[in-house]
């Protein structure tokens, strides 16, 4: 579920990805990208521009409401190319951007011997991305709607749960 306020939201469930603008008394249905039926993140940044990201790391944008969708693989390739999402039916993916051009990915990812939480952050509408290591365990990652505050609460039997904040740009 991703709210923008008490009235505009949207929200995946049964497979299908659907928006409200009454403060959920109905909902209808938002086209998803082609190929997509499942999402491990959603990010609504204005009634009719939203994000998703799918279990396999590629990052999806609408600006026209889900008529359209581009994307952007994130994980798979790079730094990335032996890890995967954290497998879970929880989110191991949180994202927020605060206008087009300024985002923040978290994600808890694992493979190739190792699993972190790492911070992706785009100044430039996802063009690029610079990485920042988070001090938490692998879990599950909450962003406050200005994406100041991460919380990460961890799936490692430590019972660990991190609260953070981010001071600079």
Known sequence: VSCLDAETGWTFWGGKLRATSDGGSTWDEVTLPAGVWRISALSLRT????????????????DDGGETWSSQEIIGEGDYADMMLLPSDLPSVAIRFS?????VIVLSIAGGGQSKVVALRTTDGGKTWVEETVPA?????????????????????????????HTGE
């Open 99 to 103: 206008d087009a051009d300024h985002g």
């Open 137 to 165: 365990e692998i879990g599950v990652a909450y962003l406050t709607k200005d994406g100041t505050f991460l919380t990460v609460t961890s799936r490692l039997s430590t019972g660990a749960f991190t609260v953070l904040r």
């Open 47 to 62: 009634a009719t521009s939203g994000y998703l990201m799918t279990p396999e790391g590629l990052l999806y944008s609408t």
